[in-house]
């Protein structure tokens, strides 16, 4: 196989790597990222509630 | 280009060679241009500098509980009792989330005699993990009634979320009106946070 020959396979075998790589690389970058996450709303209100019991008492005014 | 039997010379194959690669080359150099900048920075391969950086959001949260949720009372008719004694306890609110708060406080009627709280039972603001600050109720102020005009009042201003200080005590006070007819009472107290 004469030289020129031989540059001719090795400089498209060059190419088709370069072509692979790139595509590789790009995909790589697109894989990599991952899904722009929005944050939840944030809670800006909290309500807790709470008992006050009373028991009126009526005194009993009969005894002494 | 051609040679003498028609064909490529090996010096055009070359040179068609050079432009793919060219090309080639070229349109990956473009891909990774477009990229950054974009929401796909940043590119893997590489590295321009030896540090990376992590980064990670905590969301705010507001959250209040009440530790103490029950206060409760037995009095006759004109008579009046508080909590600042202990004897009931008050409530106990604590900041459960991350941001600092506001709490403000309604009740639903205490007494059937009134459809007002008014100055038969009212709240105030005593320190607990710490001081009440300064817009906070210092004194014993009037239970605004659910489903009043003037909803809510401030009980607790600036309430920290740090654990070991994101608790205050919120003292009662009711003054049993004089037609109150004797029986049980219930009163629904809401207590409010807004992140400030």
Redesign the interface.
Known sequence: MEA??R??IL??I??MA??L??SY??L???N??AP?QI??E??????????????????DEGEP | MLDTGGELS?NA??LL??I??SV??G??IL??GK?RGT??EP???FATSTTGTASA?V????????V??????????SQMDNTTDDSPGP?NVQND?NVP?NVTIN?SA??ISTNRNRSS?RFMCRQNEGNCQSGSASSYTDMPTANDTLLNRTVIFDLPFQDFNDSRYVD?L?N?PAD????????????????I
């Open positions: 020129r020959h540059t001719i400089l498209t060059l190419l370069l072509l790589s790139g690389l790009v790589q970058e697109i990599a990222v722009t944050p939840a944030p809670q800006m209100i909290s309500t807790t509630v709470g008992y006050v019991t009373m028991n009126v008492v009526i005194p | 090996t194959l070359a060679l050079l793919a690669i080639s080359a349109g990956m891909s990774l990229l929401a796909l590119i893997t391969g959001t969301i705010n949260t507001t959250a209040i509980s009440l103490i949720s029950n206060v409760s009372f037995s009095l006759a008719q409530f989330g708060v009740a205490l007494f039972f009662i009711v049993v109150e007819p004797g029986g049980l009472r219930t009163s629904t107290v809401t207590f409010t946070a807004a992140q």
